[in-house]
């Protein structure tokens, strides 16, 4: 696919303790986006980012945030982990034409005790 | 705001029969109608994209049809095999570039 790697790939912590997911793309996509998956509710934008350094909020942006230094990276950190964040979470990336689909990644597993 | 639906949320077919998906959405004002494959475990697997000023689109067995003034996309897999098995989702990309995504309808092909 668009050669999108998500680390770790499951990851199990306790409530209160900070918490970061990383999105590597080879494909030098400008956009990328975080999403999370949950059953009954789908898949639900968290944020994403338009550029270096240039991100913004989606839906569910509440108690997480990201950064994005280089091009092919983009980091969502969970400052204090609830159990309500327990989740899988999807990166993507696009090269933003509209003839073009998002790129997922695998996903990682995260579960919060 | 947009909102997407797929219904039914599941479905059984023996092999061989053709697969149709349902999709609908509330906004008319798209940018392209996606459709996307997802295995257990995986991430997701573009299969077609329909711009806005298309009807329709096809790849192999697949062929998706849009009708933006109804609200509406299909998805048919013609003579379906257990390999098809899978969860299907389709996307509406609409104001902000942002994709909102259906809650997938899982299908299920028996041998």
């Known amino acids: 696919d668009a050669g999108i790697t998500q680390s770790p790939r499951h990851k199990v912590t306790e409530t209160g303790t900070p918490v970061t997911l990383r999105c590597h793309q080879t494909e030098n996509h400008r956009y990328m986006y975080w999403y999370r998956q949950d059953p009954g509710h789908g898949l639900r934008l968290i944020h994403y980012s338009y550029g270096v350094k240039d991100t913004d909020k989606g839906e569910v942006s509440d108690g997480y945030s990201v950064s994005r230094s280089k091009t092919e990276d983009f980091l969502l950190t969970l400052e204090s982990a609830t159990s309500s964040q327990t989740s899988v979470y999807f990166c993507?990336?696009?090269?933003?034409?509209?003839?073009?689909?998002?790129?997922f990644g695998d996903g990682t597993r995260l579960s919060i005790l | 705001k947009q909102e997407v639906t797929q219904i039914p949320a599941a479905l059984s077919v023996p092999e061989g029969e053709n697969l149709v998906l349902n999709c609908s959405f509330t906004?008319?004002?798209?940018?392209?109608l996606q459709w996307f494959r997802q295995d257990p475990g995986k991430g997701l697997t573009s299969l077609l994209l329909?711009?806005?000023?298309?009807r329709e689109q096809t790849s192999g067995r697949l062929n998706a049809s849009l009708d933006k003034s109804s609200g509406r996309s299909t998805l048919y897999i013609a003579a379906s095999q257990p390999g098809d098995s899978a969860t299907y989702l389709c996307?509406?990309?609409?104001?902000?570039?942002?994709?909102?995504f259906g809650g997938g309808t899982r299908v299920l092909v028996k041998p």
């Open positions: 906004d008319s004002a798209i940018y392209n």
């Open positions: 993507a990336t696009e090269n933003r034409t509209v003839a073009e689909p998002q790129h």
């Open positions: 329909i711009q806005s000023s298309q």
């Open positions: 996307a509406a990309k609409a104001a902000g570039n942002k994709l909102t």
